[in-house]
């Protein structure tokens, strides 16, 4: 299969990348910086997934080469944790910016790709912050809460194309999103969860290896969240 992942730089996304890799499929990276993967089936684009311009033009150059995606996987994003009341306008937009309208629009132009692909798979991202309705999370939340719109529409929008859509809601996962989080609010947030771990980026990758083997192809419009919640 072709993936095209965004966010390929660092974190979950280097390595779901890595781990498609090792299992023979073709990986297309989708971000800003440049990737130190290196396969040979290893493809990198750069591109901000906020920009409309540099988005369509970079898979202008993937429709060229490839003719067409099987998969897309939107992991691109950014968090911050802050009271509601101390945090800045700017940064609600920046949230929302990459997060709900980068998923939007690599979404609806990916979808032009995915038409052509037998096993079309789209995966988004959300977050267990979502449904425990977090303190300090209320823009990354609310911009994971979009996204979680977003799938279940554009599910119902797209199934007709043969596109299924899901996502993933991960917990704590010891990546730089969360770096700057203060010990005592990720202890509170693992405390919620039945399984009260930290997250790893396999967990992330046995969902997503889920939602896009052939045998899923009636699995749509779902959201799953890692971890258990209470």
Do not use: W
């Not at 090792?22 to 920009?51: K, L, W």
């Not at 997060?99 to 096993?119: P, Q, V, Y």
């Not at 299924?164 to 609010?185: C, F, H, M, Q, R």
Request: aromatic share 8%; proline share 3%; charged share 20%.
């Amino acid at each position: 299969m072709i993936i095209l992942i965004t966010g390929t730089s660092r974190g979950i996304g280097k390595y779901l990348a890595e781990k498609f890799l090792a299992a023979g499929h073709t990986v297309i990276g989708f971000c800003r910086s440049e990737c130190d993967i290196h396969n040979e089936n290893f493809y990198h684009f750069t591109a901000d997934v906020t920009d409309e311009k540099g988005v369509v033009k970079a898979l202008g150059e993937v429709r060229k080469q490839f003719g067409c995606i099987d998969v897309l996987v939107n992991n691109a994003g950014i968090a911050s944790m802050n009271h509601f009341c101390l945090t800045p306008l700017e940064t609600a937009k920046r949230i929302m910016n990459v997060n709900f309208f980068g998923t939007f629009l690599m979404t609806r132009e990916c979808a032009k790709l995915l038409r052509k692909s037998k096993n079309a798979r789209i995966i988004n991202f959300s977050t267990v912050a979502v449904p425990l309705n977090l303190e300090g999370e209320a823009s990354y939340a609310a911009s994971k809460s979009a996204i979680e719109t977003l799938t279940r529409t554009t599910s119902k929008e797209l199934s007709g194309y043969g596109i299924t859509v899901n996502a993933v809601g991960p917990v704590p996962i010891k990546t730089a999103l969360i770096a700057g989080v203060p010990e005592d609010k990720i202890q509170n947030l693992l405390s919620h969860q039945a399984i009260k771990r930290f997250g790893e980026p396999e967990d992330v990758y046995n969902v997503i290896d889920f939602y896009i083997k052939p045998e899923s192809n009636f699995i749509t419009g779902q959201i799953m969240y890692l971890g258990g919640i209470n």
